[in-house]
């Protein structure tokens, strides 16, 4: 069923139409917030903030983008909240890490592992290097971070991006550009500090 019918039926008194978009986008909008503020059960808590805001907000909801951008913006704008009052940075450890497979960071270190011979200490070199990607990326900026996640990891196209975070696509590509550097650059330095 279409977005703008779940909504019209919502709006008609049916709420549980609501359930269904939000199994709908819930696994995306929580990776997106998990990957924002880099805390598995904050994400948790920032998902259900999120379409908690977005159902209250439904009915001021004007359609001039699709539900799915809205949620999102809602989303990520709470992460990056939280991400902003917190006080002290939240350290990643390896086991979070290695729950991460097919995640961007477990996509990179196999694009990097691949130049590599197979040998025994492949996969530990592998689960070392995804390591320095996630902490990489927790490393970032709020923007940047954003913008990496919601391109590279979401799949969003720079009109949406630029819609979410309410900012023109030039500058949604010149962060773009900015944060895969600082994200290279701070990978690369990990690994010339091992």
Known sequence: MEDAELIDRIKNG???????????YQDRVFNACWRICGHLEDARDLTQEAFLKAYEGLDGFRRESGFYTWVFRVAVNLALSHRRKAHRRREVSLDQTLQMKGSQADGLAKHVAAGTQDDPARTVGEAELQARVVRALQALDDDHRAVIVLRDVEGFDYQEIGEILQIPPGTVKSRLHRARLALCQSVRAGERDR
């Open 14 to 24: 049916q709420s549980a139409a609501y359930g269904d978009l939000v199994r709908k």
